[in-house]
């Protein structure tokens, strides 16, 4: 059972910023928060990963908040390729830790 | 790099029918994972192997089984196809650890009939 709740859709204007929350509210000392995304038909994307400081790279950067209880993912400046599914993931602390738990996520449309 | 290949990308089951969906990675990478994805869903992972030669179920493993042979193939197979199976399916791979980032395939969609 997924331990994020994002929002079910978005709409964003391109070239302007897309900024996606993530509430997950019981995550652990040790977890990470993870965002993946997923074109239309293809396998889910990596996008970035962060623990509780706040992390940039070529894509997006990500906001965690200082409690940690929930992240913004940012595109800084979406284009029409972003539309996607987003996915928010908080990576559970079993032992082998493997399991991926991704919810529904957030559908962003980027809209000319 | 080809990263993470599956084959084939679409296939029709009959009932009852059986088939292997294949997986391999070309990143030398340890884990290795297949999830299914039912129309406006999220993934939901069926089995993941931590190296050659072991493999655990994860939250959907009814109906389905693995083998890890090699660190490069994971295939998952069907034995009785079940109009439930109707899904894409995705492989995943990563090298390991705490942060490990997955790396997926293109998909292979299911029909069963």
């Known amino acids: 059972d997924a331990k994020t709740t994002q929002p079910p859709s978005m709409d964003c204007a391109e070239g302007r910023a897309a900024n996606l929350p993530c509430n997950h509210s019981?995550?652990?000392?040790?977890?990470?928060v993870y965002w993946y995304r997923q074109i239309h038909s293809q396998g889910p994307q990596y996008i970035i990963h962060?623990?509780?400081n706040n992390e940039t790279n070529e894509m997006a950067s990500l906001i965690i908040t200082e409690d940690r209880k929930s992240s913004t993912l940012i595109l800084p400046h979406a284009t029409l390729r972003d539309t996607a599914v987003y996915y928010c993931i908080v990576r559970p602390r079993d032992n082998y830790g493997q399991n991926f738990v991704f919810g529904p996520g957030t559908r962003l449309s980027v809209l000319p | 790099n080809a990263g993470v290949t599956q084959t084939p990308k679409f296939r029709i089951l009959k009932i009852g029918q059986s088939m292997t969906l294949q997986c391999t990675q070309d990143m030398n990478h340890n884990y290795m994972y297949w999830y299914r994805q039912d129309p406006g869903m999220g993934l939901k992972l069926i089995y993941y192997?931590?190296?050659?030669?072991?493999?655990d179920k994860g939250e959907v493993p009814n109906g389905y089984n693995v083998s890890r042979s090699t660190t490069e193939d994971f295939p998952l197979r069907l034995e009785l196809a079940a109009p439930s199976q109707t899904s894409v399916y995705f492989c995943?791979?990563?090298?390991?650890?705490?942060?490990?980032?997955?790396?997926f395939g293109p998909g292979t969609r299911l029909l069963v009939l």
């Open positions: 192997s931590v190296g050659a030669g072991i493999t």
């Open positions: 995943a791979s990563s090298y390991g650890g705490l942060r490990e980032t997955q790396y």
């Open positions: 019981t995550i652990s000392g040790n977890e990470y």
């Open positions: 962060g623990l509780k």
